[in-house]
């Protein structure tokens, strides 16, 4: 049986057998093995599945909580960044991607914890955006299910993976699950890690 350690676009863990691209933490979220918080701070991290071979067993007691993505573009809906130990060079060019000037890394954690959660909750900030302006890699709300805009199309997102690519909105807004930060990001040219199944 999985393990409840996945996370979903909306940044929500669940158990679920789908495989992740990438690792990552925000902070100590178990006790034992069971998840019970939603984070522990503001630095939310998307880390490389090997480095240095380095290993570390999953549900270290008082240790961070190993969460898995899917894809960069999951990991980036939820809110996560790039690690800037394990993925220097996706964090530099998340970085200097950035809408003006470059931030450090607290700069980074702080604006994206205020994008991500409304202020003093656990709840989920969505915004709003216009569907032409949504850059390859971005989760936007299609008939309230998570979607990954690719080109010309939207592929809708669930537990079990991609599901089948639907035409894109030419016009109107788009409720956007992606932070507006990383969003401009993508716009900028940051190469986001797509599963070859949304495409």
């Known amino acids: ?3 409840r350690n996945r996370v979903t676009p909306l940044g929500d863990i669940v158990s679920t057998p789908l495989r992740g691209a990438w690792t990552g933490n925000r902070g100590c979220l178990h006790r034992g093995r069971e ?5 522990a701070g503001d630095l939310w991290i998307t880390c490389a599945l090997r480095f240095n071979d380095r290993w570390s067993p999953l549900w270290r007691p008082g240790r961070f909580t190993w969460l898995f993505f899917h894809d960069e573009a999951v990991a980036f809906a939820a809110g996560h960044r790039p690690c800037g130990e394990c993925r220097r060079a996706a964090y530099v060019a998340y970085r200097d991607a950035w809408p003006g000037p470059a931030p450090g890394a607290r700069e980074l954690n702080r604006v994206l914890h205020a994008e991500r959660l409304h202020a003093g909750t656990h709840r989920r900030r969505l915004h709003a955006a216009a569907w032409r302006d949504l850059p390859d890699g971005a989760f936007a709300l299609v008939d309230d299910t998570p979607a990954v805009v690719v080109g010309d199309h939207v592929t809708p997102w ?18 956007l699950i992606t932070p507006p930060s990383t969003v401009a990001v993508l ?5 986001v890690q797509i599963d070859a199944a949304a495409s």
């Open 187 to 191: 716009r900028a040219g940051y190469p």
């Open 35 to 39: 998840i019970v918080r939603f984070h």
């Open 1 to 3: 049986m999985a393990q």
């Open 158 to 175: 669930t537990p079990a993976g991609y599901g089948a690519p639907r035409a894109r909105p030419t016009a109107g807004s788009a409720v």
